[in-house]
């Protein structure tokens, strides 16, 4: 039975918890001890952002802290993130999970497995925020702000996060980081928020304070956001004009830190399915970005009001068939002209037969006035691919390489080209859909777009190259700073290989005037 546990901060994380108790027992050293200590087990995994064992911890800490399962998930984990972008019952299937020993499947569970928006590989922390917890706390602590997917900005402070060396989910399974280890005082990088990057930021942290654990379901979503296509003007005769939308989101959003989360166009675009029939759940973090370019002046509060109020399960159609006082007779002998239309067309499946000279009338009678028989009384359905074509994959191979070659040669040096990532590479070739669902059966394919495909590095240097000859051309002095607006760079998007190209261009452009 624990005996002392230190009392949670405002906004922590209940992994920060564990790892200052090892500091306040003096235990830091054996995190076995702590595992014991805290769990009352050893089988419990330090996971900072959706841990489970939480009944186990309850148990044994009972003692000094009274708190239930839900009341821990909610203030002092990264679960209410994802809460309300989940169906009921998932959002129950977690909660369970996060307090029974059986944790090995939430993170799947809540999508963040599949997701291409990582968690951070390390720790952060504000340098600002760690000097007021030394001074007002006495020590500092992880907050869950600062580990928020694709946020890298404190939004008290204007600033940007900085790394720490411990990893997020380290190898080591048994092992807390405490914060008063791993931070240490750092000069703060003064970030600019534009109001949606302000929004975004704050819609998480509406999200952390929620109470309520509660999961909408995919239903009200889909119909959410077909009806905010629908208010914005984005629909066409009840289309909804995914194009306009995206072009509305790339205005918000390019060259904002949110940029690379904005997806290609093309049929597998999270985008365009956000705002279809929704078949499974999206990332938090793009639910925020449609939410904040769209809807700027609603708070988060709102939009989820506001998506309640549709149904959470999908209306079903049931047919309502009233008595039609046929006679037994008549209904006897349609009955037994469609039993006869199977029997002399075998191979026919229902489409099939309605399509026979008969067989239409006779469907539509059984339909209409003998329904549930019909219904016991159907073929089986048509095979999906009666034949299945011959697909010359090697010769498709070739030609997408052939095509390609082409297409690359042609625009490549063409200037204000956009980046050319696999999925624009691929829009290019006839039958595009079909060459993204086929990748691994055209092997020269994927290898020829792996070795040219741009990334977002490649394509910045190729900015600077341009904003070079520009500014030079223009008879401009080439400095640093012109080489970066000019070639729209945000400063915190210099990695060290631009920053070596901009010296590099910079030595060009003095001698070049000398």
């Known amino acids: 039975?624990?005996?002392?546990?230190?009392?949670?901060?405002?906004?922590?994380?209940?992994?920060?918890?564990?790892?200052?108790?090892?500091?306040?027992?003096?235990?830091?050293?054996?995190?076995?001890?702590?595992?014991?200590?805290?769990?009352?087990?050893?089988?419990?995994?330090?996971?900072?952002?959706?841990?489970?064992?939480?009944?186990?911890?309850?148990?044994n800490a009972g003692a000094v802290w009274q708190i239930s399962i839900k009341d821990l998930i909610a203030q002092f984990t990264l679960a209410p993130l994802y809460f309300p972008f989940l169906s009921a019952q998932q959002t129950r299937g977690v909660i369970s999970s996060m307090g029974s020993e059986d944790g090995g499947g939430i993170h799947a569970r809540v999508g963040i497995v599949a997701s291409r928006v990582p968690i951070p590989a390390y720790f952060r922390y504000c340098p600002q925020c760690f000097e007021e917890q030394l001074v007002e706390l006495g020590e500092p602590y992880w907050r869950r702000m600062h580990q928020l997917p694709g946020i890298d900005?404190?939004?008290?402070?204007?600033?940007?996060?900085?790394?720490?060396?411990?990893?997020f989910h380290p190898k080591e399974k048994h092992h807390y980081?405490?914060?008063?280890?791993?931070?240490?005082?750092r000069q703060t990088l003064g970030v600019d928020l534009t109001h949606p990057e302000q929004r975004v930021i704050e819609y998480h942290q509406e999200l952390l304070n929620i109470s309520s654990l509660e999961g909408l379901g995919v239903n009200r979503w889909s119909l959410y956001y077909q009806q905010l296509a629908k208010d914005l003007g984005f629909t066409h005769k009840s289309r909804v004009q995914h194009q306009d939308i995206h072009q509305s989101l790339k205005q918000v959003w390019e060259n904002s830190f949110l940029d690379s989360f904005l997806p290609e166009m093309n049929e597998k675009s999270w985008l365009i399915n956000l705002?279809?029939?929704?078949?499974?759940?999206?990332?938090?973090?793009?639910?925020?970005?449609?939410?904040?370019?769209?809807?700027?002046?609603?708070?988060?509060?709102?939009?989820l009001k506001q998506v309640k109020q549709f149904p959470a399960e999908q209306e079903r159609f049931i047919p309502v068939f009233i008595a039609t006082g046929k006679s037994s007779s008549e209904v006897k002998a349609h009955r037994n002209e469609w039993v006869k239309l199977m029997t002399?067309?075998?191979?026919?499946?229902?489409?099939k037969l309605r399509k026979l000279n008969s067989g239409g009338c006779v469907y539509a009678w059984l339909y209409r006035n003998d329904y549930?028989?019909?219904?016991?009384?159907?073929?089986?359905?048509?095979?999906?691919?009666?034949?299945?074509?011959?697909?010359?994959?090697?010769?498709?191979?070739?030609?997408?390489?052939?095509?390609?070659?082409?297409?690359?040669?042609?625009?490549?040096?063409?200037?204000?080209?956009?980046?050319?990532?696999?999925?624009?590479?691929?829009?290019?070739l006839p039958r595009a859909n079909s060459v993204q669902k086929h990748l691994v059966d055209l092997p020269l394919t994927k290898q020829w777009l792996d070795l040219h495909a741009e990334s977002l590095e490649d394509y910045q240097i190729i900015r600077l190259k341009s904003a070079y000859q520009y500014l030079f051309e223009q008879n401009q002095t080439i400095k640093r700073w012109k080489l970066i607006r000019a070639a729209n760079i945000r400063e915190e998007l210099v990695t060290e290989?631009?920053?070596?190209?901009?010296?590099?261009?910079e030595m060009l452009g003095d001698n070049t005037r000398k």
Not at 344 to 351: F, I, L, N, R, Y
Not at 397 to 410: H, K, S, T
Request: with cysteine; net charge negative; glycine share 2%.
């Open 344 to 351: 002399e067309h075998p191979d026919c499946g229902v489409k």
């Open 372 to 428: 549930t028989w019909l219904m016991h009384h159907r073929p089986e359905k048509d095979s999906a691919f009666e034949s299945l074509r011959y697909v010359d994959y090697p010769r498709w191979d070739r030609e997408n390489v052939n095509a390609l070659a082409a297409i690359y040669e042609n625009v490549v040096q063409v200037e204000g080209r956009p980046r050319l990532t696999v999925s624009h590479l691929i829009q290019q």
């Open 275 to 303: 705002f279809r029939k929704h078949r499974k759940s999206f990332n938090p973090l793009r639910h925020l970005m449609v939410i904040a370019a769209l809807t700027p002046d609603k708070s988060l509060s709102e939009i």
């Open 497 to 505: 290989r631009i920053e070596r190209e901009i010296i590099a261009l």
């Open 1 to 59: 039975m624990l005996t002392y546990f230190p009392v949670p901060y405002e906004d922590e994380l209940f992994y920060s918890c564990i790892a200052r108790y090892g500091c306040h027992t003096g235990q830091a050293h054996n995190q076995k001890v702590v595992l014991r200590d805290v769990w009352g087990t050893d089988r419990a995994v330090a996971i900072p952002d959706l841990p489970s064992h939480l009944q186990d911890f309850i148990d």
């Open 177 to 185: 980081h405490a914060a008063i280890i791993e931070c240490h005082s």
């Open 153 to 167: 900005v404190c939004i008290d402070h204007r600033c940007k996060l900085e790394d720490t060396t411990a990893p």
